[in-house]
């Protein structure tokens, strides 16, 4: 599968994005889908991912609960993440990920088989 993630800008303290990463293939709702982040400097770090093949089942860093928001459209094969209440310190090239596994670990970017390009979201101060 392809991945291309998009949506990424530059965004004052406080406001909000939402990034979506569209998908190729077929057998998109058979993926676990997760987001990451990279910051200069720092080591790729998990988001949040989507397990199930209906979005219903979700997880989320510490870092972001109650601020992002993943969700799936499996009839578009996108999965997006809406972010509000953003800060300084989410300023990241964010990865959009799908893992085959569902079982798989969502944290560990080991566990995620394809991978999208960054989109790079700023958030000032």
């Known amino acids: 599968v392809q991945l291309q993630a998009f949506g990424g800008g530059l965004v004052q303290a406080g406001g909000s994005l939402k990034l979506s990463c569209a998908a190729s293939?077929?057998?998109?709702?058979?993926?676990?889908m997760g987001w990451f982040r990279q910051a200069p400097g720092k080591e790729r770090e998990f988001v949040a991912a989507?397990?199930?093949?209906?979005?219903?089942?979700?997880s989320a860093a510490d870092s972001v609960k109650g601020r992002f928001t993943i969700s799936r459209d499996n009839a578009r094969n996108t999965v997006s993440l809406q972010m509000n209440s953003l800060k300084p310190e989410d300023t990241a090239d964010y990865y959009c990920?799908?893992?085959?596994?569902?079982?798989?670990?969502?944290?560990?970017?080991?566990?995620?088989?394809?991978w999208g390009q960054g989109t790079l979201v700023t958030v000032s101060s």
């Open positions: 989507a397990i199930n093949w209906s979005g219903s089942s979700t």
């Open positions: 990920a799908a893992r085959i596994d569902y079982s798989g670990t969502d944290y560990d970017p080991g566990e995620y088989d394809f």
């Open positions: 293939g077929r057998t998109f709702s058979t993926y676990a």
